[in-house]
């Protein structure tokens, strides 16, 4: 049983997977509250599926990056939680969560995954299909709407993500060499779910078999303590 938290931005996405299914899941926008909302929606969300959290036997957590507070409040109770229990915690990346939940695409497309980092700037990942997943082609990085737009060769593109509105225009007044689809809304939405299944993933890859005790390399590959958040600053902070 695993249980999936998110709290990277403005919004709070939380899910449990029992390695078969996704039990339970919840996304809303959180705001300055994550703080104080986040553990008593954890306890409800377990409650709903009838899990107790000492069913658990991973924990995964996005870790940026994003903003400081986010990350800060949702990476220390994903590490208390795992500590506590002696179990894994999983790290993921922002950017990696946004673009595992674009399954509609065109093959020759880039897809470039955008968080908000305030102050009219954005934080940004470009990913490109791979056997049946994305791979991230550019380490994740601050620039604002008409630098990113700027920089783009003649091409086709999958925007997903937090695209705002000052976003949408940059992209409506986009040079016509450069063709822009916009992923749905629903579909860029950041959710736990797939944070989940990414994390679910990799203890898979690690060895890790559904109904068996994780070996103790696994423990030791994702021991809480060695989680961190990531945060990223532009060269003019």
Not at 115 to 136: D, E, L, P, S, T
């Amino acid at each position: 049983m695993l249980l999936a938290i998110d709290t990277a931005t403005r919004s709070m996405s939380l899910a449990i997977h029992s390695g078969v299914q996704l039990l339970a899941e919840q996304t809303c926008v959180a705001g300055n509250q994550q703080n104080s909302q986040l553990a008593p929606s954890i306890h409800q969300l377990a409650a709903r599926c009838g899990v107790s959290l000492s069913d658990l036997t991973a924990v995964a957590v996005c870790t940026g990056p994003g903003s400081y507070t986010g990350l800060r409040v949702g990476v220390a109770l994903a590490k208390g939680i795992a500590m506590t229990a002696g179990i894994p915690l999983l790290p993921v990346p922002t950017l990696n969560i946004l673009a595992a939940g674009v399954t509609h695409y065109k093959p020759a497309s880039l897809l470039v995954a955008i968080v908000q980092a305030g102050r009219g700037r954005i934080i940004v990942g470009h990913y490109r299909r791979k056997a049946n997943n994305w791979h991230i082609e550019t380490e994740s990085y601050i620039t604002d709407w008409d630098n990113l737009l700027a920089g783009l060769e003649p091409g086709k593109y999958l925007f997903t993500g937090e695209i705002n509105e000052a976003g949408e225009a940059a992209i409506a007044a986009a040079d016509e060499n450069v063709q822009i689809t916009t992923v749905s809304v629903s579909e860029r939405a950041r959710r736990a779910g797939n944070l989940a299944e990414l994390a679910w993933g990799a203890l898979c890859e690690a060895g890790a078999h559904m109904g068996q005790p994780l070996p103790e390399d696994i423990q030791q590959t994702f021991k809480p303590a060695l989680v961190q958040p990531v945060y990223l600053k532009s060269t003019t902070d």
